[in-house]
């Protein structure tokens, strides 16, 4: 890991993240808020480390929303901000930022959006380039960790000039890419800002106003337009007959795979994806005979292009996606790029990919398959494995979090994961549409983002179904963030912790029940219990998250020493297998032991074992009777 905080003129390796953050510090950031997503968390991380240092703001706020009207406000106070988020969360913040790009800014806002090609860590694959000129947001998209840097640090000058929000989009292989980066100047500091409205109408989104306002952003956005080609530059070979029109990191997929193909093109790369340059795109496409468009997910700039080329090239050949040159959805890699000219130019790929996939099919097959799961002392193994011996036929709606990973054998508690929130949301659907029982399942982090909202609807409504709040104390998915259920903010100072229970209660929910998931048999009572009740009920499966309790156990200077199974009393039944599933049991063929470099040590998986055969070492640690994590 590079130092972020290294002197102008250095070169480090930074992760795109953190040359992300680095570019907000050399671009003078004042204030950033942020709720984490994959791949856009490591961008808070970074910033979280250099507030303390640079006397700088940052939370984790509650959801993306909030962060973004954290960073309005902000900059609507004279300040430079920046928030966030992956491509999923835009949508809960979309309705502030379309009407932002209206009111526009007395200081400066960056708005980063990390978009998911191939649903690494998300639930769609969804492409925000849209969003951009639906809202009429000015963006612009790095191809590498050095630009991603730089072009942040662009987009909060440019902001800064124009009085409107810019985006950063980037996409999974930017974020999450490690490469050098020259670094400038840090001008990011602490600073108190004034609210103070240009006009006295400036913020005032009604009626006539914003239609004034709305003609006021058609003008910056084609102000903006006759500097983006700025941003973007012609390569190779001047006579080419070939052009290729790129962004972001495909431009590098389009680099490696001309030169490997042997394919002499001229590139034509957009930094500036909206509003594009259109006078340089369409002189480009005067210039060639056949337009190739290499763009991950949606067709934005290949519909944007055939349209410039009906007035400056009616004639040219335009390859993309919609030809069916160039794949609609996933990553690209080389790979993809090449077997595009394949298709359009006729050339023959220097790799044989059939042989590799050969290869890597009998590789595969020699290889155990294995499942992503929960981490051993997972407290939601134990929630999920009392749910479904209390509520096996309910109908189960899940939600976004480590918790989803129960739609799997041998727990199977999940039948819905789809939006944040949206557990408790559709349960409310689904809870008046049949007679079924219905369970909805949502973490603490998740509960305070987008699901009080939809537990208030149900309680008002008069709804039957059980919600299963599964409290570990933390934001554990993206990597242990606070969120206002704990008490410290994102910094690690002393902050006040909202009760979830309290909070609860006062909604009207009258069954509300507290327990340890490791407490099988109380668990598994409170769900029963909570199915019986007419109305709302809430049980909060308590217990912070098992990698926090290990670090915390170690930093105490304890050992974490390994449960055991007795040879003599286990009867290879497998229940423990079966029913729990935790990655620390190994079948031998003929009885089940522990791998002790994989148990924690919790005692959770005690109460599975109906032979007793699942015992402590000198030295183990009942996590629940001793309140370890509780």
């Not at 100047?185 to 108190?192: D, H, L, N, V």
């Not at 149900?458 to 709040?469: D, E, G, L, P, S």
Request: with cysteine; net charge neutral.
């Amino acid at each position: 890991m590079g130092d972020l905080l290294a002197p102008s003129g250095t070169l480090e390796t930074l992760l795109g993240n953190e040359a992300i953050a680095r570019g907000a510090l050399e671009g003078g950031l004042n204030v950033a808020a942020a709720y984490p997503g994959t791949p856009s968390t490591e961008i808070g991380e970074a910033l979280s480390l250099a507030a303390k240092k640079l006397g700088i703001y940052f939370e984790w706020s509650s959801n993306e929303k909030v962060a973004a009207e954290v960073a309005i406000g902000a900059a609507w106070s004279g300040l430079r901000s920046m928030t966030m988020m992956k491509h999923v969360g835009f949508n809960v913040a979309a309705d502030a930022i379309f009407t932002l790009t209206y009111a526009g800014l007395t200081g400066a806002m960056v708005i980063v959006s990390a978009d998911d090609p191939h649903c690494h860590s998300s639930q769609n694959e969804q492409d925000n380039r849209h969003y951009s000129e639906a809202a009429g947001l000015p963006m612009l998209e790095p191809s590498n960790v050095q630009e991603a840097k730089d072009f942040t640090k662009e987009a909060m000058e440019l902001s800064y000039r124009y009085k409107i929000p810019f985006m950063l989009r980037t996409t999974t292989r930017i974020n999450h890419q490690r490469g050098p980066v020259r670094l400038g100047e840090i001008t990011a500091k602490g600073a108190i800002g004034k609210f103070e409205p240009p006009e006295p109408d400036r913020y005032l989104q009604v009626g006539a106003i914003a239609r004034k306002h709305h003609l006021e952003l058609l003008k910056k956005i084609k102000e903006i337009q006759g500097i983006s080609g700025n941003y973007a530059r012609v390569e190779g070979p001047h006579d080419s007959e070939i052009g290729i029109i790129t962004s972001g990191v495909s431009y590098a997929h389009v680099k490696d795979a001309l030169r490997l193909a042997g394919l002499e093109a001229k590139i034509l790369k957009i930094g500036m994806t909206f509003p594009l340059p259109e006078r340089m795109i369409g002189e480009f496409l005067r210039s060639i005979n056949t337009a190739f468009i290499v763009e991950e997910l949606d067709p934005f700039l290949e519909l944007r292009i055939k349209a410039l080329a009906k007035d400056y090239a009616p004639d040219l050949e335009i390859l993309g996606k919609l030809t069916g040159h160039m794949p609609q959805v996933h990553e690209y890699t080389i790979r993809t790029v090449l077997e595009g000219f394949s298709k359009a130019f006729g050339v023959k790929s220097p790799i044989d990919f059939s042989e590799i996939d050969r290869r890597s099919s009998k590789l595969l097959e020699m290889v155990p398959p294995r499942q992503p799961i929960l981490c051993p002392a997972c407290p939601h193994r134990s929630a999920g494995y009392a749910l479904r011996r209390a509520a096996g036929r309910a109908v189960f709606m899940g939600d976004i979090g480590c918790y989803a990973l129960l739609f799997q054998p041998p727990f199977r508690v999940e039948h819905v994961t789809h939006a944040m929130g949206s557990s408790i949301g559709i349960a409310n659907g689904v809870s008046l549409a049949t007679q079924q029982d219905v369970v909805a399942l949502i973490g603490d982090s998740t509960f305070f983002h987008a699901g009080i909202p939809a537990l208030i609807n149900a309680v008002h409504n008069k709804r039957k179904f059980t919600v299963v709040i599964m409290d570990n104390r933390t934001t554990a998915m993206t990597g242990h963030q606070s969120h206002p259920g704990v008490p410290y903010d994102a910094i690690g100072r002393e902050a006040p912790s909202i009760s979830i229970e309290d909070l609860v209660r006062a909604m009207g929910v009258s069954y509300v029940r507290i327990v340890d998931p490791f407490d099988h048999k109380g668990t598994e009572e409170a769900m029963r219990e909570a199915l019986k009740t007419d109305g709302v009920s809430v049980v909060i499966t308590r217990r912070e998250c098992a990698l926090l309790t290990v670090r915390n156990i170690r930093a105490e200077g304890k050992r974490i020493v390994p449960y055991r199974v007795n040879r003599d009393k286990c009867t290879y039944c497998r229940v423990c297998i079966n029913t729990f599933a935790c990655p620390a049991f190994v079948d031998t063929g003929s009885l089940v032991e522990i791998d002790p470099a994989i148990c924690f040590g919790c005692g959770a998986c005690v109460q599975v074992c109906p032979y007793d055969a699942i015992e402590p070492q000198e030295g183990s640690i009942n996590w629940r009777d001793d309140r370890v994590g509780v």
